[in-house]
Nanobody, 124 residues
Framework: QVQLVESGGGLVQAGDSLRLSCAAS????????MGWFRQAPGKEREFVAS????????RYADSVKGRFIVSRDNGKNTVYLQMNSLKPEDTAVYYC?????????????????WGQGTQVTVSS
């Protein structure tokens, strides 16, 4: 069992940066792929980024490629999402998630553990 707690969200202006953190409980964190998803009001939850257990496979949604960076520190049981050059369309609740799939999948159904989410609001 893995429990996930996100933090670092907030209200920023367009062009600013934010770093989200996701702290995981459980000794098996280092074996899981970790993903970030987001959900804007009235929209489906969508994939943002994923990183496999050793960081050897990293994937990004096209909409954030070149602006967001996902990383992890297995010693601290934490995964990060560095978000740069934020845009109003990045406004959403951001969720971290854990998957036993070692290929850093991009689909929601591949993830079995979910955090409660953290709100990111980008004003224009």
């Amino acid at each position: 069992q893995v429990q996930l707690v996100e933090s670092g969200g907030g209200l920023v202006q367009a062009g600013d940066s934010l770093r989200l953190s996701c702290a995981a409980s459980g000794r098996t964190f280092s074996t899981y792929t970790m993903g970030w998803f987001r959900q804007a009001p009235g929209k489906e939850r969508e994939f943002v980024a994923s990183i496999n257990s050793r960081g050897a496979i990293i994937r990004y949604a096209d909409s954030v490629k070149g602006r967001f960076i996902v990383s992890r520190d297995n010693g601290k049981n934490t995964v990060y999402l560095q978000m740069n050059s934020l845009k109003p369309e990045d406004t959403a609740v951001y969720y971290c998630a854990g998957s036993a799939n070692t290929l850093a999948p991009m689909t929601r159904a591949s993830y079995i553990y979910w955090g409660q989410g953290t709100q990111v609001t980008v004003s224009s």
